[in-house]
């Protein structure tokens, strides 16, 4: 296939000019695409946080490793630099829907800025989007229309802090949704914990420590097909415990058994489980079981 056409966009200013959006402040805007012009689609990487709410089918949209087929009220959350762009033939497209776009600058030394980090939705894949109801949509809408108003307010001392937590408000309401699209979705998460199981316990089986390594939640995230932060998330919202905690657990009780190998000496097992050095099997399964391996041994 040939290689895709990245096309960067570092400022509000250059993604308004492109819509022929008017730009109402330089750090932060709200975009109603029914009143912008055609684009050419082109996979492009912006210098800002971009949310995007989608009201009809648009195509094929390339995100990291995956294209996706866009449902109709879905929002996707792109991080700064990250590329994202929809894949079709060079012609121009009228886009449906709404935006918000803000730069990091505008969140540095607020609460926000030091908690975005949390709002892990960012670093999902385009496949992990949040589809939502009728409800929550008006809810978005509301969100983007209150910041708005506030672009439209002349520029006073309070300006920033009435942007930026509306847009924090914006960001925990999504947090809410997909904690109902997890719950909403349950027969498709046992599905993901199901074969996370399996892939864990095939790799314990395998050689695959000796070659790879201690096993990895990146690892097996990508051989669901999810971002680790999704697949993180969902981990801990479904089984209470982080994915590294629960590979952590099955190591602990796989090593229960190899450990009562009379063949085996306790650093053959820790390289067998992927530990580069035996003392860190043993400061974890210490911290697991409250005594070392070679006392667990001596016990059993």
């Known amino acids: 296939m040939e290689s ?19 730009t109402l402040h330089p750090l932060v805007s709200v975009v109603d695409f029914s009143k912008s012009d055609v684009i050419c ?80 939705f960012f670093s999902y894949d385009v496949h992990e989007a949040l589809h939502l109801s009728e409800r929550e949509r008006e809810i978005i809408l509301d969100c983007f229309s209150n910041i708005k108003l506030e672009l439209e307010q002349s520029i006073d001392k309070h300006s920033k802090s009435l942007i930026v937590n509306n847009i924090e408000l914006f960001l925990n309401y999504c947090m809410r949704f997909y904690d109902r699209q997890f719950v909403t979705r349950d027969h498709v998460n046992q599905g993901v914990i199901n074969k996370f199981e399996t892939l864990l316990n095939e790799y314990f089986k395998s050689e695959k420590p000796k070659t790879l390594g201690f096993p990895m939640v990146n690892y097996f995230a990508e051989k669901l097909n999810l971002s680790a932060n999704y697949f993180g998330d969902l981990i801990k919202k479904e089984l209470g415990i982080s994915a590294q905690e629960f590979i952590h657990n099955t190591l602990i009780e796989v090593a229960k058994e190899r450990i009562l190998d009379p063949e085996k000496s306790i650093s053959e097992v820790s390289y067998d489980l992927g530990f580069k050095y035996p003392q860190h099997f043993t400061r974890l399964f210490k911290n697991k079981m409250g005594l070392s391996p070679s006392e667990y041994k001596i016990l059993n």
Request: with cysteine.
């Open 4 to 22: 895709l056409k990245v096309e960067k966009i570092e400022t509000i200013a250059e993604y308004n000019k492109m819509v022929n959006h008017e």
């Open 41 to 120: 689609q082109y996979t492009r990487a912006f210098g800002f946080y971009t949310v995007f709410l989608k009201d009809v089918m648009c195509g094929d949209m390339h995100y990291g490793k995956n294209n996706y087929d866009y449902q109709e009220g879905t929002l996707v959350f792109i991080a700064p630099e990250q590329t994202y762009g929809i894949v079709n033939d060079g012609s121009y497209i009228k886009p449906a829907g709404h935006a918000l776009l803000f730069h990091p600058d505008l969140i540095r030394g607020t609460g926000l800025g030091k908690n975005i980090k949390d709002y892990t």
